[in-house]
């Protein structure tokens, strides 16, 4: 017979407890430490930033070890902790032209000023698993290369195109403060600042899959990589009362510069156009494909028609946050038996009368 | 010597909001106000709770000629709200009036847009007297019963500019009235009449 | 921790740094057991009391979040049933499991309130045990089962079958405030919708039900009209709660914090489920009253005994049964 008996707590204790033990899993197996996580799963670290909008590589991998791996999971420890952070305003942009790179590729040019910087890359390895990786070992030492001048001797190919006209220009920076969408509701049509935002905080996989879209038809862009380059810039603020840049450190960021479909007009010779991605950390599958997007979603602003899912702005806007998704879609998992009584009462009302209707149809043909 | 915001400024803001949060739930009751804070004159107590409460730097403040006047008003809105000051009163989301018998017409004011009619004007009016039982009927959400609310001074041709913001929702000002040690509300929703 | 997180930010002293936005907390935000130690959390600011676990604001929100909220919600009340957009933040439970409700809770909440959690009609639910732990953690209040106890009572999909009273606030947790959502997928569409006051896609979505069916198919979130004009999605309560809502003397908050929208109710105001004059809206119907406590005319939660089919209908509302059994009444206790 059934009685009434309160249990919720006592239950959420327990799994708390068992959650507990099964991340720490067998205790004779060593205890993953923050630092390897930070410096041998760097990539999934700088991921968990770039969707954690937040730059700090020890606090995404102390994440990902309490999330147990999971990266939304991470994320959104990353994204709460976040809430809870003082804004002191918005730092001078950075300038990615004075990056200190570590990788730098372009696939407009075969060689260009700079030059291609191969630098840590998967791209030419062969997708063999090392099973002399199982068993830890030293491993050979790269080749260091000579000191460069960067700031002088890298400029960017959307420059080196821009010099001759051939490329549309940057947008020109009018002073305006930047939106921020964690500050302020999304309201449609979003301006590209705020679209960018959001794709740069969007989760990686979902990007992709609108950005692959675009190649194979949903709204086409003729994309070629201008430029990646990954590396080291410099954040400054401006404080009110100093009025002079104060330097806050250095962070890693990927940026992809997309040369995509040229346009003309009557009165204007054609210019190719811009697709642009930038992340925290080493994150080019991120930025390329969130350059993909944000070229189509600019699809109005240059005149083309909005056909397709990764064109339209409120289906990418509104469903590219993983927290967002997640939340709905594991929310499901949480009690909807009351609704779920409401439609059972309904259902079974329904046949009822349907039994009843085709009972007395019989009875009348008969 | 700046004078000081609320003492504890959690639960004073709270307490501020609480208090104006019912107000609107249902317009025209009185509910008391004492956030026991000594602002600069003309500023009220009621006045500067509200600002402290409500306002920051993310919403643009109208003041009344008496309170725009006064150089101590202004910095002690700055330092405790940090909220914007605009001559514009059609481009705020505060106004507060010290002096209500020359307020500007309601129409003056940001009354929102069909889409998003919350981005309209809170004007909040320090008033001398507000009673209930007597004066003006109102009628509309919130409101059980026949209730009416006497204030006192009235500006001038408040009730038809009333009626006319009234007329015009879900478009529409929402007024607050604060006398001292109270606060009422009067949302656009209320029709307020004569009898 | 970079040199930003470490700046005393105080909301009565001088702030050196205008321009960005006031308030923060600045300690750890989750909740449930950490596997190592937070970070330091910033020095509390002046005057401001903490939680009762070191280093929160109170009710977890900084306060420049907390006036955002604010201000939503005078301007829901301001125009009844009117979604009001509002800048979420990331809360430390997920999004669709309440964040909204909870922002709307944490920015109302003060000292001498007593604070009551429902899931399902029910207090001690996973997902209400959680949040009213939450309430405890990071403000120190009261909290309840007893509705009749309770200043604030945060619910999701039901309303409590004891009558509110003035005085009481309801906060109900919604995940798509939107009722025209389903028929329109565009929020830039549903707004004009809204402000020209065109509904009549949603009566005939009503009116095709009743065409193939027989009857309205929707029997929760049932749209209702507020003050004769906005229409309102009342959250996913079951359509049998919907008259609760017409004339409350209660006020009634809506939070949903994953679509970013606050809407409100005031009390004593017109709310009414939509129908036609030919087919007038009618709630659900138990055949029989609660097994443990006898109740009549409350929403009762079937539940399955065993494999057989055999089943036992309960109230939904804890509470409400606790309180009757309380006070003698006894069910006959019979399966089904």
Known sequence: MYVAVKGGEAAIDNAHRLLAEARRGDPAVPELTVAQIRAQMALLVDRVMAEGSLYDPDLAALALKQARGDVVEAVFLVRAYRTTLPRFGASTPVDTGAMAVARRISATFKDLPGGQVLGPTFDYTHRLIDFALAAEGAVEPAAEAEPRDDADTCPRVTDLLAQDGLIEPSPPDDGAPAGDLTREPVDYPADRALRLQALARGDEGFVLGLGYSTQRGYGRTHPFVGEIRVGDVAVEFVPEELGFPVPLGRIRLTECQMVTQFKGSGTAPPQFTRGYGLTFGQSERKAMAMSLVDRALRAEELGEPVASPAQDQEFVLAHCDSLQATGFVEHLKLPHYVDFQAELELVRRLRAEFFRDSDSMQEAAE | ?195 | MSAMGMLPQTESSPSPLRGGVRGGGGADGTVEPRSAPPPPPAPPRKGEESGSEAGYNFAYLDEGTKRMIRRAILKAIAVPGYQVPFASREMPMPYGWGTGGVQVTAAILGRADVLKVIDQGADDTTNAVSIRRFFARTSGIATTTRTTEATIIQTRHRIPETPLREGQTLVYQVPIPEPLRFLEPRETETRQLHALAEYGAMHVKLYEDISRHGHIATTYAYPVEVAGRYVMDPSPTPKFDNPKMDQSPALQLFGAGRERRIYAVPPYTSVRSLDFEDHPFRVQQFDQPCALCGAEGVYLDEMLLDDAGRRMFVCSDTDHCEGRRADGHVGTGDAV
């Open chain 2, 1 to 195: 010597m700046l004078a000081p915001g609320f003492a504890d400024p959690v639960h004073g803001a709270q307490g501020t909001f609480r208090a104006v949060m019912n107000a609107l739930a249902r317009p025209g009751l009185l509910q008391p106000l004492d956030a026991g804070l000594k602002p600069p004159a003309p500023l009220t107590p009621e006045l500067a709770a509200l600002a402290l409460a409500l306002t920051d730097a993310d919403t643009p403040v109208w003041l009344d000629a008496g309170l725009a006047a006064s150089p101590e008003v202004a910095a002690y809105l700055r330092f405790h709200t940090g909220a914007p000051l605009t001559d514009d009163p059609a481009r705020a989301a505060f106004a507060f009036i010290r002096d209500p018998a020359r307020c500007p017409p309601l129409a003056r004011f940001a009354q929102g847009t069909p889409a998003y009619p919350d981005t309209s004007t809170t004007l909040v009016l320090a008033l001398d007297r507000i009673a209930n039982g007597e004066g003006l009927h109102l009628a509309g959400p919130g409101i059980k019963g026949p209730t009416r609310i006497a204030l006192s001074p009235l500006p001038e041709g408040f009730l038809a500019q009333l009626a006319e913001n009234r007329a015009g929702f879900p478009l529409g000002v929402d007024v607050i009235l604060t006398a001292p040690g109270l606060v009422a509300g009067l949302p656009r929703s209320t029709a307020v009449t004569e009898s």
